[in-house]
C-alpha cells in the first residue's frame, strides 16, 4: 500500500535558518505530492504540491522537488521566519478510485527569534 | 469565499455514549471527506463521498461509525458507541472533484476526548 516517512520532529531553528523536512514514500501508482500546513489553532493548509517527476512545487518560500528516482519530496526553506512555526504534513495522493490523501506523521517546526 | 465549517469544535464524553459532528464543505464542492487524526500522527481518511454517493469507506469502522452527506452538501459523522480509542481531532475536507492534483480544504477539526 501506500505510505509516507517524513522526518521526525521536533525541528527548532534560529530565525533566518535553513531549513530542510526529509519526506520519502512508497506508492502503488504514480502519485501526486504536497506538503500541507498547520498554523496552531487552524485546519490545514496545502502548502505546495508537484503532480509529475522533476517538477517543483513552490510558495511563500518554500520549495520542494518531486524526485521520482530517489522517491522523495523534501521541503526546503532558505531563510525561516518566526511565522512560519506550524506542524508540517507530507501527503501523497496515488490514484487508483479515489485519488486518497496518504498523509505522514508530521513534523512539528519552531522557530525562534 | 467561506471555508469548510465543523461542528462543535470540542466535544468531550464518556465511553459507550455517542457524538455527532457536523461539516459543511466550501459552496459547489463536489467531493467530501472525513479523516481521523490521533494525536501524533497525519490523518486518515476514514470515508469519502462524491456528491451524496459513498466512494470510499473501506477504513471506516462501521460497527460503531456511521456518515451520511444529505443533498450532496452538508455531512455528519456519528460514533455510537464510543471507544477511549477514538479520542482524536475529527477533520472534514472538501474539494471540487476528484483526481489528480486536485486540492483538498480542510475545516478546523473538531477535538473529541473520550473519557
Known amino acids: 500500500g501506500d505510505s509516507v516517512t517524513q522526518m521526525e520532529g521536533p525541528v527548532t531553528l534560529s530565525e533566518e535558518a535553513f531549513l530542510t523536512i526529509n519526506c520519502t514514500y512508497t506508492?502503488?501508482?504514480?502519485?501526486?505530492l504536497f506538503w500541507y500546513v498547520q498554523y496552531p489553532g487552524e485546519g490545514l493548509q496545502l502548502l505546495l504540491k508537484?503532480?509529475?517527476?522533476?517538477d517543483k512545487g513552490s510558495n511563500k518560500g518554500f520549495e520542494a522537488t518531486y524526485r521520482k528516482e530517489t522517491t522523495s519530496f523534501h521541503l526546503e526553506k532558505g531563510s525561516v521566519q518566526v511565522s512560519d512555526s506550524a506542524v508540517y504534513f507530507c501527503a501523497l495522493s496515488s490514484g487508483g478510485s479515489n485519488y486518497k490523501l496518504t498523509f505522514g506523521k508530521g513534523t512539528l517546526l519552531t522557530v525562534n527569534p | 469565499e467561506a471555508g469548510v465549517a465543523q461542528s462543535p469544535r470540542y466535544k468531550i464524553i464518556e465511553k459507550r455514549q455517542s457524538v455527532a459532528f457536523w461539516c459543511n464543505p466550501i459552496s459547489g464542492h463536489a467531493t467530501l471527506y472525513w479523516y481521523q487524526q490521533i494525536l501524533g500522527q497525519g490523518p486518515k481518511l476514514l470515508i469519502q463521498?462524491?456528491?451524496?454517493?459513498?466512494?470510499?469507506d473501506s477504513q471506516l469502522p462501521k460497527d460503531r461509525f456511521s456518515a451520511e452527506r444529505l443533498k450532496g452538501v452538508d455531512s455528519t459523522l456519528k460514533i455510537q458507541p464510543a471507544k477511549l480509542e477514538d479520542s482524536a481531532v475529527y477533520l472534514c475536507?472538501?474539494?471540487?472533484?476528484?483526481?489528480?492534483?486536485?486540492?483538498?480544504?480542510f475545516g478546523p477539526g473538531t477535538r473529541l476526548t473520550v473519557t
Open positions: 506508492a502503488t501508482g504514480y502519485p501526486s
Open positions: 475536507a472538501s474539494s471540487t472533484g476528484q483526481g489528480r492534483g486536485y486540492e483538498q480544504y
Open positions: 463521498f462524491q456528491n451524496n454517493g459513498v466512494v470510499d
Open positions: 508537484a503532480t509529475k517527476a522533476d
